[in-house]
C-alpha cells in the first residue's frame, strides 16, 4: 500500500495516520522524512522518482528503518510561502528543469504541516540535480547514484519505447483484420503509458470492469458490456448492412494501454455502396466530436485506475487509399477535400503530462487537424 496511487487533493491527516496503523514501510513510491535539512537532499529525492516510476515524499513523519513511528508535522508561518520556495527549488534544482512537481500542506490537528510532495514519472528523464551533477534512480525504497550503464538505458529510454510500440501497433493491426476480422479502412488509436512495456506493471482493469468505458471510437450507441481476456477486458461490436460491415472494438491492457478500433467515423456515399460494402468517405463533420468523447472516457478510466504518469497518444489510419473527406456542406470553404492516395498514415505522437481538459482539447485539436492536413487544409475549415 502507498499513497501514489490515491487522488492527490484528496489525502487527509486521516490517510497519513493510516499509514502509520498500518506500519507500511518505505518502497518504490514512498519516502518519509522528520523535516527539511538541505534542499539538495530533496532534490535527490524529486529526481530518484522522476527518474523511476514516480513517488511520494512525506515531510513531517518520523521514521525508523523506513516504517513511520510518528506524525508530527513541521511549523509553518506561511504554507504557501514555503510551497512556492519547496517548488523553485525542485522544479528548477534539475536539469532539465521538471515542472510536474506537485507539492501541498497538510494541516494536522497540533496545529502542524505535513508538507507532501508528490513527483510524477517524467517521460524526458534523466534528470540531473545541478548542485552536485548526480544522476539519482528508486529502487527497493532507496535512492541510489545511477551507474554508466543505467545511465545509458535511460538515455536511450525513449528510442526504445518507441521501438516497442511500433512492434505493438504492427501486431495490433493484423489481429484486427485477421483475429477480429474488422475490414479497412478503419481507425486504431492508443493511448500508452511510460511504464507500460515494462515487466510487472498492472493496473486492477478486471476487478474494475463494470466501473470503465469502452465505448467504441465513433459508435452513437455508448453503453457496453465488456468481456475478461488475458490482456484486461474487451468490448467488441460489429454490425452488418448487406456486405457492409462496421464496428470496431476496445480493449483495456492490464498495463494500461488504451486500444480504441474504428471503422465508425468512415461512411459511404450512396444506396449503392451501401449494398457493396463500400467505404469510400471519412465524415469529417462529426468526426471531431466523437474523438473529443473517446479522449473524455479515457481520463476517466485513467483517474479510476490510479494512472497519472505521463502517457502517449499514438492514431493510424489503416487502409485508407482512395478515401475522400466528407462534411455536411462540401463546398462552403472553397474547395472540397482530395482523395487520399496513401494506404496507412501515422499521427503526431501527443504526449500527455497531465489529465486536465487543456491538454484533452489540444489533443483532440491535433489530431482533427492532422486529419484536415491529410485531406488538402492547412487546419480545421471552421478555423481558415
Given at each position: 500500500m502507498s499513497l501514489f496511487h490515491k487522488d492527490f487533493d484528496a489525502i487527509s491527516e486521516v490517510d497519513l495516520q493510516l499509514l502509520i496503523d498500518s506500519g507500511i514501510i518505505e518502497g518504490q513510491h514512498l519516502e518519509y522524512k522528520r523535516e527539511i535539512t538541505r534542499l539538495v537532499q530533496l532534490q535527490e529525492e524529486v529526481a530518484a522518482f522522476a527518474n523511476s516510476q514516480g513517488g511520494d515524499l512525506v515531510i513531517g513523519i518520523e521514521e525508523k528503518d523506513g516504517r513511520p513511528v510518528e506524525l508530527i508535522g513541521v511549523?509553518?508561518?506561511?504554507?504557501?510561502?514555503?510551497?512556492?520556495?519547496?517548488?523553485?527549488?525542485?522544479?528548477?534544482?534539475?536539469?532539465?528543469?521538471?515542472?510536474?512537481?506537485?507539492?501541498?500542506t497538510i494541516q494536522l490537528q497540533n496545529d502542524r504541516y505535513i508538507i507532501f510532495i508528490r513527483t510524477p514519472r517524467s517521460w524526458n528523464a534523466p534528470h540531473m540535480i545541478k548542485e552536485n551533477y548526480?544522476?539519482?534512480?528508486?529502487?527497493?525504497?532507496?535512492?541510489?547514484?545511477?551507474?554508466?550503464?543505467?545511465?545509458?538505458?535511460?538515455?536511450?529510454?525513449?528510442?526504445?519505447?518507441?521501438?516497442?510500440?511500433?512492434?505493438?501497433?504492427?501486431?495490433?493491426?493484423?489481429?484486427?483484420?485477421?483475429?477480429?476480422?474488422?475490414p479497412v479502412p478503419f481507425i486504431i488509436m492508443h493511448s500508452v503509458p511510460l511504464s507500460a512495456f515494462e515487466v510487472n506493471r498492472s493496473y486492477p482493469i478486471h476487478s474494475l470492469k463494470r466501473e470503465l468505458n469502452h465505448?467504441?471510437?465513433?459508435?452513437?450507441?455508448?453503453?457496453?458490456?465488456?468481456?475478461i481476456n488475458a490482456h484486461g477486458t474487451i468490448y467488441k461490436k460489429l454490425e452488418r448492412y448487406g456486405p457492409l460491415i462496421q464496428g470496431g472494438h476496445t480493449q483495456l491492457f492490464l498495463n494500461g494501454i488504451i486500444e480504441q478500433v474504428s471503422n465508425y467515423p468512415f461512411t459511404h456515399s450512396t444506396f449503392e455502396d451501401l449494398n457493396i460494402g463500400l467505404l469510400n468517405f471519412f465524415h469529417t463533420a462529426v468526426f471531431k466530436e466523437r474523438l473529443n468523447e473517446a479522449l473524455e472516457h479515457n481520463w476517466i478510466t485513467y483517474k479510476k485506475i490510479r494512472m497519472h504518469e505521463p502517457f502517449f497518444i499514438f492514431f493510424s489510419l489503416i487502409g485508407i487509399k482512395g478515401i475522400k473527406g466528407f462534411n455536411r456542406h462540401p463546398n462552403m470553404y472553397g474547395k472540397e477535400p482530395i482523395v487520399l492516395d496513401d494506404d496507412l498514415l501515422y499521427g503526431p505522437e501527443i504526449l500527455i503530462e497531465g489529465l486536465n481538459d487543456t491538454n484533452k482539447e489540444n489533443a483532440v485539436n491535433s489530431l482533427v487537424n492532422f486529419i484536415w492536413n491529410a485531406f488538402g487544409f492547412e487546419r480545421e475549415p471552421d478555423q481558415l
Open positions: 511549523e509553518l508561518d506561511s504554507p504557501d510561502k514555503e510551497i512556492l520556495r519547496l517548488s523553485n527549488s525542485l522544479c528548477g534544482g534539475l536539469d532539465p528543469e521538471y515542472n510536474m512537481i506537485r507539492i501541498r548526480k544522476f539519482m534512480l528508486r529502487t527497493n525504497g532507496n535512492k541510489i547514484p545511477v551507474g554508466t550503464s543505467e545511465l545509458r538505458r535511460l538515455l536511450t529510454g525513449r528510442h526504445d519505447y518507441v521501438d516497442k510500440y511500433e512492434k505493438f501497433r504492427v501486431e495490433r493491426v493484423i489481429k484486427t483484420t485477421e483475429h477480429f476480422q474488422l465505448a467504441i471510437l465513433g459508435d452513437d450507441y455508448k453503453s457496453s458490456t465488456p468481456t
